[in-house]
């Protein structure tokens, strides 16, 4: 079982480039989400999508940006990468509205920008 | 959003012992989850406790939603348990968890 599934595990960027992270997930699941951790925290939500072709910003959306062509994939992208987005990045999915069973979650993606 | 506090941030404890973490938060919530990040940054899905109790083998986990707290039991610690703990609650109406900073916990043998 698969389950979530996020590429690449690592990625060191230089400030000013751009890049895309992968997440997909197997489960037939309609929500999907962005988070991002820094040292020492919890996580925070970046975006989020209901189902293919919608998608809504979370509490952190400055500097990325999200589609939902698929009901499988979810992909985050940065735009002129900077040192503050240096952080690990997990993907969620859960099958209906959050407060209706539990969230699932990638292993996540840990990426530094220099 | 809902403000997530978790008790103790730190955790130190001998292997064999029994240790009670607590997560108090602001608001009703629809959602509560408990997550173990172990050493290599995974997160584990623990329990999905909005109200009641649980048990998964020495894991339990309590959450009194009209007192607006859960409590993650963990008995006969071992060093796999080490890492941090969250608690992530979702409130009414609301699309995302809001996650607690977290226990840190060190079972040491």
């Known amino acids: 079982n698969a389950g979530v599934t996020q590429t690449p595990k690592f990625r060191i960027l230089k400030i000013g480039q751009s890049m895309t992270l992968q997440c997909a997930q197997d489960?037939?699941?309609?929500?999907m989400y962005w988070y991002r951790q820094d040292p020492g925290m919890g996580l925070k939500l970046i975006y989020y999508?209901?189902?293919?072709?919608?998608?809504d910003k979370g509490e952190v959306p400055n500097g990325y940006n999200v589609s939902r062509s698929t009901t499988e994939d979810f992909p985050l992208r940065l735009e002129l990468a900077a040192p503050s987005q240096t952080s690990v990045y997990f993907c969620?999915?859960?099958?209906?509205?959050?407060?209706?069973?539990?969230?699932?979650f990638g292993d996540g993606t840990r990426l530094s920008i220099l | 959003g809902i403000q997530v506090e978790q008790s103790p941030p730190d955790l130190i404890l001998q292997e064999g012992a029994n240790s009670t973490l607590r997560c108090n938060f602001s608001?009703?919530?629809?959602?509560l989850q408990w997550f173990h990040q172990n050493p290599w940054g995974q997160l584990i899905n623990l329990f999905y406790?909005?109200?009641g109790t649980k048990q998964n083998g020495r894991l339990s986990a309590t959450t009194v939603a009209t007192e607006r707290y859960s409590l993650l039991y963990i008995s006969s610690s071992q060093t796999t348990d080490s890492g941090v703990y969250f608690c992530?609650?979702?409130?009414?109406?609301?699309?995302?968890?809001?996650f607690g900073t977290g226990t840190r916990l060190t079972v040491i043998p």
């Open positions: 969620a999915s859960s099958y209906r509205a959050s407060g209706d069973g539990p969230q699932h």
């Open positions: 489960m037939n699941h309609n929500y």
């Open positions: 999508s209901v189902g293919a072709g919608i998608t």
């Open positions: 608001d009703s919530v629809n959602n």
């Open positions: 406790i909005p109200s």
């Open positions: 992530a609650v979702l409130g009414p109406g609301a699309n995302n968890l809001f």
